[in-house]
């Protein structure tokens, strides 16, 4: 069965608003531990991003983002372009380099889908995640 993709209006960084095409590969809750403070957790997602509606053969970009315990917004952890190549590669929830946020409209199709998957409670934009298994 081919994936779902879903248009999503998204504004570049010039300011332009066009439309792309996200599938949501994975989102699910994470714990991993952290040598300062024991342990990070929250969400975890992977998403394909791309501009045509037929990803079989076009380019996209794959990225992997986190939004913490606490947290408000979703964090890029990691851009790889169509060829593989790694832009930005940091670990689940790294926050030690720079921090890039997931593009708002992206960041609530991730959040719609964890209510729906009933692994998070609270998941409105610029409010603390809160999730059922920890917090």
Not at 33 to 55: I, K, W
Not at 117 to 131: C, E, K
Request: aromatic share 6%; net charge negative; glycine share 8%.
């Amino acid at each position: 069965m081919p994936p779902t993709l879903l248009p999503v209006q998204v504004t570049a960084e010039d300011g332009l608003a066009t439309t792309v095409h996200v599938e949501l590969t994975t989102v699910e809750v994470r714990r991993e531990p952290e040598p300062f403070t024991g342990s990070r957790h929250g969400l975890y997602a992977m998403v394909r991003v791309g501009n045509e509606p037929d990803q079989a053969h076009g380019d996209f970009i794959v990225h992997t983002a986190s939004r913490l315990v606490g947290e408000g917004d979703w964090t890029v952890d990691s851009t790889f372009l169509a060829n593989g190549y790694p832009q930005h590669a940091n670990g689940f929830g790294a926050r030690c380099s720079k921090v890039r946020k997931l593009d708002a409209s992206i960041a609530a199709l991730l959040d719609r889908e964890a209510v729906r998957l009933q692994i998070a409670t609270t998941t409105d934009a610029g409010s603390p995640l809160a999730l059922p298994c920890c917090g």
